[in-house]
């Protein structure tokens, strides 16, 4: 049985409070952006991922870079000291790919299944300790992800809007309806790509919607809990 499904109460206010005097929360800034610090996407997207928003990236190929992007944005958190919170949805993360100077700055959370990681989600973004909150599900099976009711990203857009957070959740098909940006990556890497030197920069992506935050709003009142 999961371990968030045993917490008591108690573990998780124990837990919260862990959370915050280890990864104290910042005073929310004045950009609406979290800037990755990578130009080709910064540029894009706007100056960046929307905080207090939920961004999906689809990698509807095998090894489209996505792992590679993650590596880059904690390299991007290292560089502007803030931390990462990575939510593995199937344990899948490489650590020995990032330097240990950059590991530093990350909360890594193992989960099994994809269920297991949108639960761990809604305990983190509840705080807003992290500027960047990423659930990979790109290892998870379809068939997880669709027993993900769409009621569960709402709640989540609903609990991002409230803190200074970027949340970005990868997976291989689109299923986030409340998502303010949805980017698809267009990559097929071969191993001599990934070999190249700042094989980042490679990445190819389009940007297949941006909503507006009031928009988000109305659709989600008209989800019921």
């Known amino acids: 049985m999961p371990w ?19 990864f104290p929360q910042r005073p929310a800034p004045a950009a609406s952006v979290l800037t990755t610090g990578l130009s080709f996407l910064d540029q894009t997207s706007g100056g960046g991922l929307p905080r207090s928003a939920i961004t999906e990236l689809i990698t509807p190929r095998a090894s489209a870079g996505s792992a590679s992007l993650i590596h880059a944005l904690l390299r991007s958190a290292q560089r502007d000291r803030h931390f990462v919170a990575l939510i593995d949805g199937s344990d899948s993360f490489d650590p020995g790919s990032s330097d240990n100077s950059a590991l530093r ?7 099994r299944k994809a269920f297991d990681a949108v639960k761990a989600a809604d305990l983190l973004l509840r705080d807003g ?11 998870n099976t ?3 992800l ?14 991002v809007e409230a803190v200074p957070t970027a949340c970005l ?9 409340s998502a303010q940006l949805k980017i698809i990556l267009e990559n097929s ?7 190249r030197q700042n094989a980042i920069s490679r990445l190819r992506f389009r940007i297949q919607r941006l909503h507006l935050k009031s928009e988000i709003s109305g659709q989600r009142s008209a989800v019921s809990y």
């Open 189 to 195: 890497w071969t191993l001599e790509t990934l070999e």
């Open 142 to 144: 379809a068939d997880e």
């Open 105 to 111: 700055h990350l909360l890594w959370i193992r989960c």
């Open 4 to 22: 968030l499904a045993m917490a008591t109460p108690a573990v998780i206010i124990d837990l919260r409070k862990a959370l915050s005097e280890r």
């Open 146 to 159: 669709r027993k993900i009711p769409q009621t569960s990203w709402y709640r989540l857009q609903r609990l």
């Open 169 to 177: 959740v990868i997976n291989r098909q689109s299923l986030v309806s």
């Open 129 to 139: 300790n992290f500027p960047l909150v990423i659930v990979d599900l790109v290892l």
